[in-house]
């Protein structure tokens, strides 16, 4: 399985981070990729994500479903995970 990951430093409580990353309709103001966002991060809910691919103009809608979905608390950070059973990725924030 291929996996693509990224770590950033963000200077804000992890509630507010979780917020963000979790409201998939408000994702386009902030991912320039990303143009519709729509779904909940909730074990076994279907996201549906529709990019633009840079350079080409051309748009994919992938339909992950949710594996984990785990909001920050008792010191930890948050973290979910998504599965595109076509393809067998994985996106995890």
């Known amino acids: ?6 770590e ?4 804000a409580r992890p509630e507010e981070v979780w917020a963000v990353l979790t409201d ?4 386009h103001e902030w991912n320039p990729f990303l143009m519709q966002a729509a779904g909940r ?4 809910q279907r996201l549906s994500l529709r990019f ?7 748009e994919m809608v992938f339909k992950p479903t949710v594996l984990v979905s785990e ?4 010191g930890g950070a ?9 393809t067998g990725c994985t996106a995890s924030s």
């Open 24 to 27: 998939f309709e408000r994702f």
């Open 1 to 6: 399985m291929r996996r693509i990951a990224s």
């Open 52 to 58: 633009r691919l840079p350079g080409s103009g051309r």
């Open 41 to 44: 991060a909730e074990p076994g």
């Open 78 to 86: 948050g973290a979910w995970a998504s599965r595109v059973s076509s």
């Open 8 to 11: 950033v430093q963000i200077s």
């Open 71 to 74: 909001a920050p608390g008792c």
